[in-house]
């Protein structure tokens, strides 16, 4: 199994693509031939769900730094974590006369 992942983690997006639309049309065929009572190592149903969460996980995954690649290239490269709460503006501190 982690040598799948791995495989699958060295792969291109398109390919990722097409592997689970063939992962989603392969449960879809065992889904049916189990309906029919055609399928018979039933195990396989399982192993092929698990494919197609194992590709859609690594897409999200890529998506997601993809999205903050395109986040910190695009934010000013400020510490935000610096900004003490005398510094922000509380209309509730301020005095009237």
């Not at 592997?19 to 879809?28: I, P, V, Y």
């Not at 018979?40 to 194992?54: I, P």
Request: glycine share 2%; hydrophobic share 30%; charged share 35%.
């Amino acid at each position: 199994m982690a040598h799948e992942t791995e495989e699958l983690r060295n792969l291109e997006v398109e390919e990722l693509e097409t592997r689970l639309d063939e992962a989603k049309q392969t449960h879809f065929n065992l889904r049916f031939q189990h309906v029919t009572g055609q399928l018979d190592n039933s195990s396989r149903l399982g192993e092929v769900k698990r494919q197609v969460a194992r590709i859609k996980t690594l897409l999200r995954e890529r998506e997601i730094a993809e999205a903050e690649a395109l986040e910190a290239k695009a934010a000013p490269t400020t510490d935000r974590s610096d900004t003490s709460s005398t510094e922000r503006s509380d209309p509730s501190s301020t005095e009237e006369s």
